[in-house]
Antibody, heavy 118, light 108 residues
Framework: QVQLVQSGAEVKKPGASVKVSCKAS????????ISWVRQAPGQGLEWMGWISAYNGNTNYAQKLQGRVTMTTDTSTSTAYMELRSLRSDDTAVYYC???????????WGQGTLVTVSS | EIVLTQSPGTLSLSPGERATLSCRAS???????LAWYQQKPGQAPRLLIYGASSRATGIPDRFSGSGSGTDFTLTISRLEPEDFAVYYCQQYGSSQRTFGQGTKVEIK
């Protein structure tokens, strides 16, 4: 069965960087893309961007351009999302999700809480 | 960027009642690339509907989606206890994907 397993919770100081991993199993990793979505406490969902696991092409949300980098390691079927210059309003649960055959998000990771606090 | 506006913000209904959720886009959504997700507290979202009207694998037929262009609807024909949750629409027809702000369906 398809599974996306994310890395554990992180606490970071303002200005630092965080890198969250998402290990996929149960399907051919390079046949689908991975999207990243975040959710601030008590708030809605925010799309952060997408990476093709086939060729590494990326498409980032405009508001995060320059601060976010998404990568994949096909040898381990793992996707990564790095966010730099962290601010307090980056505190959120970060989800990875598979971009399925119909281009929507059909399987989700369990989420990773990133807390930014001095 | 396409802005999605969901209404109402909160829907208070009883089990067995019909729920109708709206999602309106600021511009036409290409090829009806509109999805609906359900999220329960402490859980990741779950895909319900894609392509505006197609149910995802394993989704009960009490969930249905309709609409095109700028106006989309998610209908739950008879609410079950497990359906009380927050529902989000998302458009994936433009390069900048966006979500609506969510509709909470709560027990009356």
């Amino acid at each position: 069965q398809v599974q996306l397993v994310q890395s554990g919770a992180e606490v970071k100081k303002p200005g630092a960087s965080v890198k969250v991993s998402c290990k996929a199993s149960g399907y051919t990793f390079t046949s689908y893309g991975i999207s990243w979505v975040r959710q601030a406490p008590g708030q809605g969902l925010e799309w952060m961007g997408w990476i093709s696991a086939y060729n590494g092409n990326t498409n980032y949300a405009q508001k995060l351009q320059g601060r976010v980098t998404m990568t994949t390691d096909t040898s381990t079927s793992t996707a990564y999302m790095e966010l730099r210059s962290l601010r307090s309003d980056d505190t959120a649960v970060y989800y990875c999700a598979r971009r399925g055959s119909y281009y929507c998000l059909d399987y989700w990771g369990q989420g990773t809480l990133v807390t930014v606090s001095s | 960027e396409i802005v999605l506006t969901q209404s109402p913000g909160t829907l208070s209904l009883s089990p067995g009642e019909r729920a109708t959720l709206s999602c309106r886009a600021s511009q036409s959504v290409s090829s009806s690339y509109l999805a609906w997700y359900q999220q329960k507290p402490g859980q990741a979202p779950r895909l319900l509907i894609y392509g505006a009207s197609s149910r995802a694998t394993g989704i009960p037929d009490r969930f249905s989606g309709s609409g095109s262009g700028t106006d989309f609807t998610l209908t739950i024909s008879r609410l079950e206890p497990e359906d009380f949750a927050v529902y989000y629409c998302q458009q994936y027809g433009s390069s900048q994907r966006t979500f609506g702000q969510g509709t909470k369906v709560e027990i009356k």
